[in-house]
């Protein structure tokens, strides 16, 4: 099933070419004037700068093509050449149907499916997940559940941070505390205890500490580069101790993620490709790309039409250890040749451009990833409080994210008595609506914004059951499952689907009509406020319809069948869009 703006991009397209013009000139898109057309096609203007000829002209013959077509209602001329179509509410009533009668609501998959893996997340071994990391989480989690709708075999990776210099710090600090641990006895042949000697909380306090200590004692930061640099190298005692702050890690980061319903198919960190990097500097040595500054091995990737400084990127430090763009780099080589990764997205925040600019030339330069391999940083703006500054605790410390999850919990729960709310309902599912009332908030707060911007969140207003607001899009979808369950219990059920007779209905028609396009839209851009601005849009109208056309009291029945099925259509859709914006819907509130 082909989009409606597609199917009357294809007609246009005939016509101008029936009346001997380029068919690329018949694009049709929603009309951005609703009171002359439902449509609108500009193609007269730039064909008339091409063929010489008046675009009043042009648009002229076209619509005099078009009137053959039994679908529109209305075709009018506007300004210098602008077409204006409306459609019959006969063939709208059809098609509407049409996507009720598809499982996929109208969108088609993508013609040629890619290998896409989905790099989000980002979080570290050793540190607590703070509110620096959520947007990663919340943006990533939406790209990987579009690009799967969209037909795409899509892999997430939460690529840990796991090899860098916070192991060494952590190390160095845990050895001071506990000298008599057999892991910083070098001549210790093992087996080590398969305990970890300290637990989540530990490692939450030690690593403050010991980025505290690297700061401002210069002895505790060459400390802790040697032990970077002994881990990374193999010594025994360093990987058995890093292996326990992996996997204590790792189970309270699936715990903070399982409750942001984010999820990852892919639980691989820059460790992964230690086995990996002896080998490809050694493929890029063959190739001659590499050479020596200050005792450290290098790629330079400047080209000459740069427009600023492009620096090397460092292969390995003079001291042996690797930096994380080695990782990266090492990291592509693997997707590529191990899963045959087609494009790749990096959902990492805007201050690693320059990073990732270095990584991909490196990549695209010496062939590790082919030139038909997309290599993409999707990336995004900072999460500000009211003040304009990165959001923070009351005292101004940087706030972790459960402590953040359970703030809009609570801010959630507030608003629902204030709103009385899922009132009578018993404790569980109080708590249990306020968990998706919050996170909605959260996470409509985030991806309402185009993922490039900084964004405010102010939890007041975004907490709201009332405006654009994630709370606002729950009530509105629940709204409509309550209309269903309250006509099935008078035995009502969705019927045909009849040409509309109000303004409401026909608006919700149109915009349903649009699903298609809302989705490709935040598909070929990779940003998910395409789909938020279409859920709160499609939310405004399906309320207006509902209080314009009361539904459960229409007594014609054909005409109430009709709406049931308008209601049923909006929750599917609703359902979908707020599924791929990682939103959660309660059965009732």
């Not at 390995?316 to 080695?326: F, H, N, Q, W």
């Not at 940003?527 to 056309?549: G, I, T, V």
Request: proline share 5%; charged share 25%; hydrophobic share 40%.
């Amino acid at each position: 099933m082909q989009a409606l703006t597609q199917q009357l991009t294809t007609l246009a397209g005939e016509a101008f070419v029936q009346s001997g013009y380029d068919p690329q000139y018949g694009e049709v898109t929603v009309s951005n004037r609703p009171d002359l057309g439902q449509f609108q096609c500009n193609g007269a203007l730039p064909a008339a700068k091409v063929y010489g000829r008046n675009p009043r002209d042009i648009a002229q013959q076209i619509a005099d093509q078009l009137q053959a077509q039994p679908i529109f209602k209305e075709i009018t001329i506007a300004g210098p050449g602008f077409i204006n179509l409306t459609l019959t509410d006969e063939f709208l009533a059809g098609f509407v149907q049409q996507m009720a009668d598809d499982e996929r609501l109208g969108v088609p998959p993508v013609v040629q499916p890619r290998r896409v893996l989905v790099d989000y997340g980002g979080a570290n071994v050793a540190k607590p997940m703070h509110v620096g990391h959520l947007r990663a989480g919340i943006i990533g989690e939406s790209i990987r559940r579009l690009f799967d709708y969209m037909g795409d075999d899509v892999t997430g990776d939460v690529h840990l941070g796991d090899w860098g210099t916070q192991m060494g710090q952590v190390i160095v600090e845990l050895q001071r505390r506990l000298p008599d641990l057999p892991y910083f006895d070098a001549s210790y042949t093992g087996p080590y205890p398969a305990e970890s000697p300290i637990t989540l909380a530990d490692l939450e306090e030690i690593y403050p500490a010991a980025s505290a200590q690297a700061k401002e004692n210069p002895a505790f930061a060459e400390a802790a580069r040697l032990a970077t640099a002994e881990l990374q190298n193999g010594r025994a005692g360093y990987r058995a101790l890093w292996q326990h702050f992996h996997d204590v890690s790792v189970a309270g980061l699936k715990e903070d993620y399982d409750k942001l319903d984010i999820h990852f198919d892919l639980w691989l960190g820059e460790s992964d490709v230690q086995d990996h990097l002896d080998d490809m500097i050694a493929r890029l040595q063959a190739q001659g790309l590499t050479s020596e500054s200050d005792g450290a091995l290098i790629m330079e990737i400047a080209e000459p039409d740069d427009k600023k400084p492009m620096p090397p990127l460092i292969l390995r430090k003079s001291d042996g250890a690797v930096l994380y763009g080695t990782t990266d780099l090492a990291t592509i080589d693997m997707r590529v040749q191990e899963f045959g990764s087609e494009l790749i997205l990096y959902v990492v925040d805007h201050r690693q451009r320059q990073h990732f600019e270095q990584v991909f030339r490196a990549a695209y330069k010496s062939g590790i990833a082919p030139a038909t391999t997309g290599l993409e940083h999707n990336y995004f703006g900072t999460m500000n409080g009211k003040d304009g500054k990165p959001f923070k605790t009351r005292e101004g410390g940087t706030m972790k994210l459960k402590d953040l999850i359970v703030l809009v919990i609570a801010a959630a729960l507030a608003r629902m008595a204030e709103s009385h709310v899922a009132e009578g309902y018993d404790e569980a599912e109080r708590q249990e609506i306020a968990r998706m009332v919050g996170l909605a908030a959260l996470k409509y707060a985030d991806l309402m914004n185009q993922r490039t911007k900084d964004y405010v969140f102010d939890l007041d207003r975004f907490s709201s059951f009332e405006g654009r607001t994630g709370p606002y899009l729950l009530y509105t979808a629940v709204r409509a499952r309550s209309i269903l369950h309250k006509a099935s219990a008078q035995g009502l059920a969705p019927g045909p689907f009849l040409p509309p007779t109000a303004d409401a209905e026909r608006t919700v028609m149109l915009l349903l009509t649009g699903l298609p396009d809302a989705l490709q839209q935040a598909y070929d851009t990779r940003m998910p406020n395409h789909l938020a601005d279409y859920a709160y849009a499609l939310a405004n109208e399906f309320n207006r319809f509902y209080n314009a056309c009361h539904i459960l009291r229409e007594e014609n029945a054909a005409v109430q069948a009709s709406w049931l099925a308008l209601t049923q259509l909006f929750r599917r859709v609703m359902e979908l869009v707020l599924h791929l914006l990682g939103i959660e819907i309660p059965e009732r509130m």
